[in-house]
Nanobody, 120 residues
Framework: QVQLVESGGGLVQHGGSLRLSCAASGNIFSIAVMGWYRQAPGKQRELVAAITISGTTNYADSVKGRFTISRDNAKNTVYLQMNSLKPEDTAVYYC??????????????WGQGTQVTVSS
């Protein structure tokens, strides 16, 4: 079992920046991929970015060039640097750790979620 603790959410104006952090504990050796997903009201939870243990990154088209995912394996922590934020980025952001990822992935372990609100 993997436990995930998220932090860094908040309220920011259009064009601002936030950095989300997710610290993993427990059976960390089972983790092959860590990722960030988000869910806006009335919509499905969707992939934002993912990073594999080898460092390969994947991004949703909507965030490419604005968001950066990184992983510190020594600290068992994944980060999401979010720049040039837009109101459409407003959502609850969830950290995930598991053996894979997809646009609507439901497997692995999940964090509690952190609210990101971008005002216009």
């Amino acid at each position: 079992q993997v436990q995930l603790v998220e932090s860094g959410g908040g309220l920011v104006q259009h064009g601002g920046s936030l950095r989300l952090s997710c610290a993993a504990s427990g059976n960390i050796f089972s983790i092959a991929v860590m990722g960030w997903y988000r869910q806006a009201p009335g919509k499905q939870r969707e992939l934002v970015a993912a990073i594999t243990i080898s460092g390969t990154t994947n991004y949703a088209d909507s965030v490419k060039g604005r968001f950066t995912i990184s992983r510190d394996n020594a600290k068992n922590t994944v980060y999401l640097q979010m720049n040039s934020l837009k109101p459409e980025d407003t959502a609850v952001y969830y950290c995930n750790a598991g053996r894979g990822f997809s646009n609507y992935y439901t497997g692995g372990s999940w964090g509690q979620g952190t609210q990101v609100t971008v005002s216009s």
